[in-house]
């Protein structure tokens, strides 16, 4: 919903914002699917040793996932920034299309590591076994933000531009990733909690 939202704010401005919207989110994927293996390996690893009851690998896990995400957000976001106009030339050569999606990869690109650092916490939760937390915050963040940036900040006639659409990304992201990790850190106290008893139990 939050995205139909968006599409039709950015309609707003013509068929050149929308090409070159569209162009930028075709470079967007590409960074997405580099940024979610990490996302797939938080799950995997983390639920693998969850079942191994080995606890005391998981925040290095945690920390691995991160990095790796960070790293890997910011090498190929700042690079579809810096190359921006060469590769959204692939999908268009209308000087006017490619300027409009470099309004978009310059804000939505370059704070891309914040997409995967969300993601990867929410690979953390499910990976411990909670699942619905992850998809509350998620929606409310990810999703309720946006919808409440379009129909709050960007009705402001000063903030009515597609600049203010695309930081409605980052921000919900940054938003959202903090709030999993006060999640996680609350569902890791919880787990270890958990353990200690089973350990007890056990001598």
Known sequence: MSNVLIQSSVNLFGDITVDGNSAAQSIEGFIYMAMNTFYQAAISFTGQHVGAKRYDRIPRILFCSLGCVIVTGLVLGW?????GHQLLSIYSESPEVIEAGINRVRIICTTYAFCGMMDVMVGMMRGLGYSTVPMIVSL??????????LNTIFLIPEYHTTASIYISYPVSWAITFLTHVICYTIIWHKVKKKEKKQQLEAR
């Open 79 to 83: 690079s579809a920034y810096i190359f």
């Open 140 to 149: 409310i963040g990810a999703c309720g933000l946006r919808i409440l940036w």
